[in-house]
């Protein structure tokens, strides 16, 4: 299939993640005075929108595979970037409050649904680079994070949440950190 066609193709899932995520915090600035805010579902929220510019800037190499010129290829670099729009869809509300909201409460409450598609996406996106043969170098390092995702899943413990989150910020410094090695 013809790389630009793939790229529309992505950037109209792109657009529609990144569309969402920043509609829903819209929303949430609109009725700050009703909002609870707490710094976890922010960090995941960058996180989500972080995901999609890091994949939107290597979407060039996955482009380029050979990987991607079959119907199964195509599918399987599809399944992470189709896993990232429902993240990205699911991590802040989409309702504009109308009374006060607990944002933290309303993450705890939908923590299943989104570890389980956090967990799927880095076992996708593991599996996807490391078939991708100009993307092989460190394609086992978004795998750190399945443990603790699949364990927030079932727990409402703060302090793994915290934990958690503050490893996806270490992981992002981290991704970046490897990103200027690359360039230099």
Do not use: C
């Amino acid at each position: 299939m013809d790389s630009d066609l793939l790229l529309l193709f992505f950037s109209i899932i792109a657009g529609l993640g990144l569309a969402d995520l920043i509609t829903s915090l819209h929303r949430l600035l609109r009725a700050r005075k009703l909002i609870k805010w707490h710094w976890i579902p922010m960090v995941h929220a960058f996180a989500a929108f972080q995901g999609m510019i890091n994949i939107w800037y290597n979407v060039s190499i996955d482009l380029s595979s050979p990987l991607v010129t079959t119907s199964l290829g195509f599918f399987i670099w599809l399944i992470p970037i189709i896993l990232l729009l429902l993240i990205m869809l699911a991590v802040l509300p989409d309702h504009q409050p109308n009374e006060p909201f607990d944002i933290y409460s309303w993450y705890i409450e939908h923590r299943k649904y989104y570890y389980t598609l956090l967990t799927l996406f880095i076992l996708s996106i593991s599996i996807n680079r490391s078939l991708i043969e100009e993307a092989q170098s460190y394609w086992y390092l978004p795998l750190i994070l399945v443990i603790p995702f699949a364990i927030l899943i079932f727990t409402k413990k703060f302090w793994l949440h915290a934990l958690v989150t503050v490893l996806i910020v270490l992981f992002l410094l981290g991704t970046l950190a490897i990103q200027l090695m690359e360039l230099s």
